[in-house]
């Protein structure tokens, strides 16, 4: 949702919280720019000839958190712009609302939270805000919380409508039109916790009014860690109903080892989506949801979108990471990815049919350096050795050199505007 915004907002949203002062309550104000300059030369797509890109983007966020005992609020306003994607002298409204909710606390145990929020779950595998991105994303939604004995337990909900309407509920844009999802986590002992989630989406039919294609996710996580070893596995399988109107059956493998021995730390891990051939009957492909896939297969994006970045034929992803942190303000990382095809395609009139699933490597490198609490410098660059599979895929050549290179600032100060003791 786009809205003007005038310091007359924000004047009014600190009129409105300010006398809350019959007992213990915080007011922070959260502020940030976060510019971001990149070239792209192989970025999502393989090169062809053409010349790179360069560009410079920014997020400029500003928000407020307000918390009494029970009773906690967030309002998060951000604009989102290329540098120079606007006329001089034009007054063009691009404020969005990122987060606007409030939650309140039943019980010691049960609280609710409603309004448009970030779900954020195991990692962001399933479930994340895509922070990389400028935008970032966001729901419209209802959760519910429970905390007790070292479980627990959040069920949340969404049901969106494009407007206030007198009749039916069709829903046209690209989005679910219904969400909902139960997380559970449980702490086993010092070592091994193991957490539970269930997601279904729902999805508008094209040629009903009030039809829905329903699409289930569930499965496991396991994170066991001890001094400096961790290690991790997911799996989840999906079902239901796919936009075609076949069934589905696909999953998602996950196996995770990492090892800290200051000032390094190496990870070594498979993901594996399952995939499909062709014209079957059923939907193998595994869809990842609403993730931060930015995070697992590769910063330079070439697979956002599973399914259709594939061609349905799914990704098996080996990686290697390096991290090494010589000291609290400096990090380095250098990711090292396999990716293959999970299963071979079969031609179609435009593209033709791979007999090796070899799809290429990438090398991820980020160097972070921590100014402050206030203040963050980021470089990064990455280069893509495309297989020639690459080619059935993604459009461009794949024996042309891929980069992408990239450098961020974040400046985010956090500011107590006002504490309130109990009277």
């Known amino acids: ?225 001890q001094e400096r070893v961790q290690l991790n596995g997911s799996l989840y399988r999906q079902s239901g109903e796919h936009s075609s109107g076949k069934k589905i059956a696909a999953y998602l493998a996950v196996a995770e080892a990492a090892y800290t021995f200051q000032p390094f730390r190496f990870t070594v891990g498979t993901t594996y989506l399952s995939g499909m051939a062709g014209h079957e009957r059923k939907v193998h492909t595994f869809n990842t949801l609403y993730a931060t896939n930015h995070k697992f297969y590769g910063f330079m994006d070439y697979f956002i979108n599973v399914p259709a970045d594939t061609r349905q034929g799914g990704l098996h992803n080996n990686y290697l990471k390096i991290g090494y942190t010589p000291k609290a303000r400096y990090s380095f990382s250098v990711d090292y990815h396999y990716f293959a095809l999970a299963k071979n395609l079969s031609a179609t009139e435009r593209l033709p049919a791979t007999s090796n699933r070899y799809l290429g490597s990438e090398i991820d490198a980020v160097l972070q350096y921590k100014h402050s609490d206030q203040i963050q410098f980021f470089l990064g660059y990455s280069s893509l050795f495309a297989g020639n599979t690459m080619e059935a895929i993604k459009p461009g050549n794949a024996s042309s050199y891929a980069d992408w290179g990239w450098v961020m600032v974040s400046i985010q100060p956090r500011i107590l505007l006002k504490s309130f003791d109990k009277e």
């Open 1 to 225: 949702m786009k809205v003007s915004f005038t310091p007359k907002m924000l004047l009014l949203l600190l009129l409105v919280l300010y006398p809350l002062e019959a007992a213990w309550a915080q007011l922070y104000l959260t502020p940030q720019v976060r510019p971001r300059a990149e070239w792209r030369n192989g970025y999502q797509s393989l090169p062809d000839g053409q010349n790179g890109a360069f560009f410079v983007n920014q997020r400029s966020r500003l928000t407020l958190d307000y918390k009494q005992d029970k009773v906690q609020m967030r309002f998060s306003l951000q604009d989102v712009r290329v540098w120079g994607d606007e006329p001089h002298l034009k007054d063009t409204p691009s404020t969005a609302m990122h987060e606007a909710w409030g939650e309140f606390a039943l019980s010691d145990r049960f609280s609710v939270k409603l309004g448009r929020q970030e779900f954020v779950y195991n990692n962001d595998r399933l479930l994340g805000n895509v922070d990389w991105v400028q935008q970032a994303r966001s729901h419209d939604g209802l959760l519910l919380k429970a905390r007790w004995e070292g479980i627990s337990v959040d069920a949340g909900g969404a049901f969106n409508q494009e407007k206030e309407t007198l009749f039916d509920t069709h829903y046209r844009l690209n989005n679910y039109k219904v969400l909902g999802f139960l997380w559970a986590h449980k702490k086993l002992n010092d070592q091994l916790s193991v957490s539970a989630m269930h997601i279904s989406d729902g999805f508008q039919r094209p040629d009903t009014v009030g039809g829905v294609y329903f699409r289930h996710t569930y499965g496991l996580d396991l994170n066991y860690l």
